[in-house]
């Protein structure tokens, strides 16, 4: 049976999403992507999302997890759904169709259909080389 401390996950997945770097480690098990965050500054994914080619600019990943220190804030665009926002000591569950906001530094450690999240890092991980490209480009 696979066990780990969150912070000895593989940075970025294990390769999966490289610029997520070490602000990102998971690994998956079975069918399920177990993940750790830590956000040393405020990030609104918005962009991320919209950029990558999320579907209607929004994680289609439902997330669920432990917030350890910090918080997590969701907004549901375009739905009658309240903003929600897990903090630190607080076990959540954000459906899919939301968009993330870490509004201070933030640790968690989230357990995610392993496929969805997959879509969604993927989306994210393109959005940030179109931006490295970008830079590329201007220089």
């Known amino acids: 049976m ?3 401390n969150p912070r000895d996950l593989p940075a970025g997945g294990g390769g999966r999403w490289p610029n997520a770097g070490s602000a990102f480690r998971s690994v998956q098990w079975g069918d399920m992507e177990v993940g750790f965050t830590t ?3 405020p990030l609104d994914c ?6 990558g080619g999320m ?18 804030r969701a907004s549901y665009p375009n739905t009658d ?5 897990a903090t ?8 899919a169709g939301h968009i993330l906001y870490y509004d201070e530094p933030t640790t968690a450690l989230e357990l995610n259909p392993a496929y969805a999240l997959q879509q969604c890092m993927d989306a994210m991980e393109r959005t940030a080389t179109a931006a490295q490209q970008t830079r590329t480009d201007v220089n």
């Open 39 to 41: 956000v040393d500054s």
């Open 88 to 95: 630190a000591g607080e076990a959540y569950f954000f459906p």
């Open 2 to 4: 696979p066990h780990a």
């Open 55 to 72: 579907p209607g600019g929004v994680c289609t990943c439902p997330h669920y997890g432990y917030i350890f220190t910090g918080s997590l």
């Open 46 to 51: 918005t962009e991320l999302y919209r950029v």
């Open 81 to 85: 759904m309240p903003e929600e926002t």
